[in-house]
């Protein structure tokens, strides 16, 4: 199988989003440090370029955060040709075990705003170059976490209240807000 890779734009500046056409992995993977990223052999190589500042997979695609001084006219084909290399020779992201189903916890209702949180959010939000996931809910307060190009985006406090707070309210009446966790 030819890998190819082609790059898209974020709504975050500093980040790409590198996409496959192979699936990279089942879920997200985020690598937001240097020492974190030694779990994972793929990650790991990638934080070797001093201009990395962040690697993110999920599903097809990998999204790189780069350094302020670095421009994307300078790096993208180099990295376009690594993500290339790296997939065909097929890189660990990371020892995972294979989850399709994601297990939800919780009542009833943390299910269900869970549940909406995956089938309608998760993929406009990959498509991104990010992942959402859900830490809480409390009082009428979701709490989420957002991951990868998500993480830091400028135009991402006006995802969380028009986009998803709005669309958790009219499905789930008993949300009142929904917020990101503070990384």
Request: net charge negative; charged share 25%.
């Amino acid at each position: 199988m030819t890998i190819n890779v082609y790059t898209e734009q974020t709504p975050n500046p500093a980040t790409m989003k590198f996409m496959v056409n192979k699936l990279l992995i089942n879920g997200s993977e985020d690598f937001a440090t240097r020492e974190s990223a030694e779990v994972s052999p793929f990650a790991k190589e990638l934080f070797k370029f001093n201009f990395v500042n962040g690697v993110f997979f999920a599903s097809n695609f990998v999204t790189i955060t780069k350094t302020e001084d670095a421009e994307w006219a300078d790096i993208e084909a180099i990295l376009k040709e690594f993500v290339k290399g790296a997939v065909e020779s097929e890189y660990k992201i990371k020892d995972v075990t294979s989850d399709e189903a994601p297990a939800f916890e919780g009542s009833d209702l943390e299910i269900k705003i869970q549940q909406i949180l995956h089938d309608y959010v998760r993929p406009a939000v990959e498509q991104d170059g990010g992942a959402i996931s859900y830490k809480s809910f409390d009082e009428g307060v979701v709490t989420v976490e957002l991951r990868g190009s998500c993480s830091g985006c400028p135009s991402s406090t006006i995802t969380l209240k028009s986009g998803i707070q709005n669309l958790l309210q009219r499905m789930v009446p008993e949300v009142k807000e929904v917020v990101s966790m503070a990384l």
